[in-house]
C-alpha cells in the first residue's frame, strides 16, 4: 500500500532514517509528494510502517 492510503500513519521507518509525521509542516511540496506515493507496510507497532519501495530521495 501508498503511504497517502495509511491515515493513522505516525512514523515511516527507512533503512537509514526515520520520518515522523509531526515533521512534515517542515518539507517541501516535493519531498511531501515523493513520501505520499512511498510504499509501505506496517509494522507491529500501530502507525508505524516500514518502507517497501520509494522515490523518496530528498534529505529532510
Not at 517542515?26 to 507496510?41: D, I, K, N, P
Request: proline content about 3%; overall charge positive; charged content about 30%.
Amino acid at each position: 500500500m501508498k503511504l497517502h492510503e495509511c491515515e493513522d500513519w505516525k512514523a515511516v521507518i527507512f533503512k537509514d532514517r526515520t520520518i515522523l509525521k509531526k515533521d512534515c509542516p517542515y518539507m517541501s511540496s516535493v519531498q511531501l509528494s515523493e513520501l505520499a506515493e512511498t510504499e509501505v507496510e506496517p509494522t507491529n507497532r500501530k502507525g508505524y510502517y516500514k518502507v517497501i519501495s520509494s522515490m523518496f530521495t530528498s534529505r529532510v
